[in-house]
């Protein structure tokens, strides 16, 4: 039993937008799509599915248009559907919205260590809290594993969303979400068993 396992999943990282250039702050859902750019990581990672022959049973997604329109990619290669799941959202930036790295490290240095650093919600920040994201993060996906004992399913979402589904599934502390590196258009996979998780591989980015 210890080494049977429940669900594999695949997360797939949505493709560049032009927020992605700018290092710009979102949780918005209605914009920006795609960039060109990152039409083509969309591209390179579906060629990247159908050449390893990727097994799947289902597909879910965030609402965002970004990760929609990945979706939408990833399920005509398949030739199936995409479900699409709310709690796979990104983590909600409050004051850093619209704002970008560079802007909030020239503005806003503390807002900016807030976000990374503080592990429990901070008022002047007004963002999720690291530690509140990594638990809806596991939450979902706790779920979705339960709903697929012995499938093998495909997640398209954000890179945040990918870092708290490592830092649950390996029980990393939630201060080192950040140190955890995930591009756009990028593979990562996790094994769910019974009682732990495993890692198989993280921000693949087929070139």
């Not at 060629?47 to 970004?66: G, H, Q, T």
């Not at 920040?125 to 530690?131: G, Q, Y």
């Not at 596991?138 to 709903?147: L, M, R, S, T, Y």
Request: with cysteine.
């Amino acid at each position: 039993m210890y080494f049977q396992r429940k669900c594999k999943i695949t997360f797939i990282c949505h493709g560049a937008t032009i927020y992605t250039e700018e290092g710009r702050f979102s949780d918005v859902e209605n914009y920006p799509q795609l960039s060109d750019l990152g039409q083509e990581e969309v591209e390179r990672v579906c060629e990247y599915l159908k050449r390893r022959s990727v097994k799947n049973d289902a597909i879910y997604c965030s609402p965002a248009i970004r990760t929609v329109q990945t979706a939408k990619a990833v399920a005509k290669l398949y030739k199936t559907d995409y479900t699409v799941i709310d709690e796979l959202k990104p983590r909600k930036c409050g004051k850093l919205n619209g704002l970008t790295l560079s802007q909030l490290e020239t503005k806003h240095p503390d807002l900016l260590e807030s976000w990374f650093n503080n592990t429990e919600y901070d008022e002047n920040l007004e963002a999720e809290s690291i530690n509140d994201f990594i638990k809806r993060t596991k939450e979902v996906i706790d779920k979705i594993v339960e709903e697929n004992i012995g499938n093998r399913i495909i997640i398209v979402t954000h890179p945040e969303v990918i870092q708290a589904a490592i830092c649950a599934a390996l029980g990393i502390p939630a201060d080192k979400i950040a140190k955890i590196f995930i591009r756009t258009g990028s593979a990562t996979q996790i094994s769910y068993y019974k009682n732990w998780s495993s890692l198989v591989y993280s921000d693949y980015t087929p070139i």
